[in-house]
């Protein structure tokens, strides 16, 4: 099973098969739709003119990196902050995983290592982390001991609440709903 983030086939699977795009994606998930967030690690691979390096990223001239989110239309509504981002995640993935992504999970023994290590991402807050450990769950099948108790509530089996349920366009829509009726609870003091 694929990722259905972007909502966009080649996006999407890079997501699937990319480390690295995955976590880009969801650093740059936040203040703008997700199908824009996902979809953007795509297309900064179309911009550099090929396949993601965290090496590359790392090391790149930051006012180059900058430019490179900048074009229009920028990745993110805040390309600068979020280049900058990227390559803080890029330069920690290099220093503490030896250039592999995707050992910011294959290395976890179980769920409170996998928690610490995702939420010691630049980028990654609390609730962030705990939305990445689900998806790594619920869709990648990254299930160390104790990885759902971690994550919860958005661990939790068939909760629709954040993007690690998102399976489908129909289940995009759901989460979506989902997440209006949290803010207007919240807004409403129901919360």
């Not at 290592?113 to 807050?125: D, E, H, I, K, T």
Request: charged content about 25%; overall charge negative; aromatic content about 6%.
């Amino acid at each position: 099973m694929g990722l259905h983030l972007s909502q966009i086939d080649d996006a999407d699977e890079l997501l699937t098969n990319d480390p690295l795009a995955l976590l880009i994606g969801m650093v740059l998930d936040q203040q703008i739709p997700l199908e824009r967030a996902f979809a953007a690690p795509l297309e900064l691979t179309r911009r550099l003119g090929r396949s993601l390096d965290v090496a590359e990223l790392a090391a790149f001239d930051p006012d180059a990196l900058v430019a490179v989110f900048s074009q229009v239309p920028a990745l993110h509504r805040f390309p600068g902050s979020m280049a900058k981002r990227v390559q803080a995640l890029c330069q920690l993935i290099v220093d503490r995983y030896d250039g592999d992504a995707a050992a910011v999970w294959t290395s976890a023994a179980d769920g409170r290592q996998l928690l610490r290590q995702v939420g010691a991402l630049p980028g990654f807050g609390q609730q962030k982390a705990k939305i990445f450990v689900a998806l790594l769950g619920k869709q990648l099948g990254v299930t160390p001991p104790g990885w759902r108790e971690v994550s919860e509530p958005f661990g939790e089996e068939g909760s629709l609440r954040s993007v690690a349920d998102i399976t489908s366009p129909e289940t995009r829509i759901q989460v979506r709903d989902f997440k209006k009726a949290m803010k207007a609870a919240a807004k409403s003091g129901v919360a």
